[in-house]
T-cell receptor, first 109, second 114 residues
């Protein structure tokens, strides 16, 4: 039930782009993306809903392929502040919510 | 900006003791969640709560765990008899319209069971 993310870790230079993928074995109603910095709580980035509606961050985009039960988070022109662990969260039924395995992103100068 | 608050920020307890972790969700929110994160691992769903009852719970949320909304503002997680493996960061979250809206996370309570 836990969604799987890839890659596990990525290191970028400032200004480079990254894509983080999230896939689930179950049909999804929504996908959430969060960023967590070390020792802090997860912070909301974006929600993607079945049917194409998106709510979220201006500088981060994401896609949601309902048929493939996958979502991708696109980070463009990365900044040092983007460093952290990115989690997707998925809702398939009811109000049960599963976080993905996490992707550690490090942006270096 | 309204935020979710949690107390205490850190708690150390002896194995077998009961602990109560407290959360004050954002005031107009109706859906409440508890998650835990063992150090260095992913965030794990424990339970969701709506309309004064549990909506969903995970396999982790066994008979040792309970949640309560004792008044109009607090949302608590009780662990009846703590085990060493309960040591983790516990996050509370709330949203206004369920899991298809943003969940706002509190800062967490770090629980250490000795």
């Amino acid at each position: 039930q836990q969604p799987v993310q890839s890659p596990q870790a990525v290191i970028l230079r400032e200004g480079e782009d990254a894509v983080i993928n999230c896939s689930s074995s179950k049909a999804l109603y929504s996908v959430h993306w969060y960023r967590q910095k070390h020792g802090e709580a997860p912070v909301f980035l974006m929600i993607l809903l079945k049917g194409g509606e998106q709510k979220g961050h201006e500088k981060i985009s994401a896609s949601f392929n309902e048929k493939k039960q996958q979502s991708s988070l696109y980070l463009t022109a990365s900044q040092l502040s983007y460093s952290g662990t990115y989690f997707c969260g998925t809702e398939s039924t009811g109000n049960q919510f599963y976080f993905g395995t996490g992707t550690s992103l490090t942006v270096i100068p | 900006e309204p935020e979710v608050t949690q107390t205490p920020s850190h708690q150390v307890t002896q194995m077998g003791q009961e602990v109560i972790l407290r959360c004050v969700p954002i005031s107009n929110h109706l859906y409440f969640y508890w998650y835990r994160q063992i150090l260095g691992q992913k965030v794990e769903f424990l339970v969701s709560f709506y309309n004064n009852e549990i909506s969903e719970k995970s396999e982790i949320f066994d008979d040792q765990f309970s949640v309560e909304r004792p008044d109009g503002s607090n949302f608590t997680l009780k662990i009846r008899s703590t085990k060493l493996e309960d040591s983790a960061m516990y996050f509370c979250a709330s949203s206004d319209r369920g899991s298809q809206e943003t969940q706002y996370f509190g800062p967490g309570t770090r629980l250490l069971v000795l």
